[in-house]
């Protein structure tokens, strides 16, 4: 029940952390469309910018406490699947570890070092741009692999016992969106910006109602 309760806790922090990296840091500072404009905010803002860095390593740091937690719980039931669950999650994990290197790589591009001298500054702008749109990039991988991790979480959560059946249903369709918004993303980049964010909105419902839940209530305990 501890363990429970402390994976919804973790679970609040992913959220809040994620919302900070993306919502408040990269949207607020990013012109997808102007690479100057962009430079601007990042180096007007910068310390608020290498937050956002330090928020996504937080948010992944609380992920893996999550992901470990997540299979003691559900081993007992179906250690297969809860293996493979926590296989994808990790695999989501390491991924965005490793592309959150591009958020923190546009402040080497837009600090003027000496060895960047060789590029004038419209170019130095196009490049940290294009090193947080590689980051995009990357974290729409992430979060195919969290997707699949979703489907097999939700089964788990919908057969086991120990949570109410809706929220493995909503996990389930949280997975599906994951999975079909980062397929679209790659597939027809026009007509992702049709669906997003709209389609994310099932994802963040069921993640926060099983993160609450876990807080709250814990788990049905057998005896």
């Known amino acids: 029940m501890k363990l429970a309760r402390f994976a ?24 997808y469309n102007n690479a100057t404009l962009t430079a601007i905010n990042i180096l007007n803002s910068e310390l608020w910018f290498r937050f956002g860095f330090v928020s996504e390593l937080l948010m992944l740091i609380s992920d893996i406490g999550v992901t470990a937690i997540l299979y003691i719980l559900f081993k007992d039931f ?31 591009v837009l600090k003027n070092a000496d060895y960047l001298k060789v590029f004038n500054p419209d170019q130095l702008d196009a490049l940290a741009l294009l090193s947080i749109k590689l980051h995009g990039a990357g974290y729409n991988i992430s979060l195919f692999f969290f997707g699949v991790h979703l ?60 993160s609450l839940w876990l807080l709250i209530k814990g788990i049905k305990v057998f005896n």
Do not use: M
Request: net charge positive; charged share 10%; aromatic share 18%.
């Open 8 to 31: 919804g806790f973790l679970y609040l922090l992913i959220i809040g952390f994620g919302l900070v990296a993306q919502i408040f840091v990269r949207d607020a500072l990013v012109d």
């Open 78 to 108: 179906n250690k297969n699947f809860s293996l493979v669950s926590t296989f994808f999650r990790l695999a989501s994990i390491i991924i965005l570890s490793v592309i959150s290197l591009s958020h923190y790589a546009a402040l080497f």
């Open 151 to 210: 489907l097999f979480l939700g089964f788990l959560v919908y057969k086991s016992g120990l949570f109410p059946k809706i929220l493995g249903v909503l996990l389930l369709i949280g997975g599906i969106c994951y999975n079909l918004n980062s397929l679209t993303w790659f597939l027809f980049p026009t007509f992702v910006k049709l669906i997003y964010p709209v389609i994310l909105i099932p994802c963040s419902i069921g993640e926060l109602l099983f």
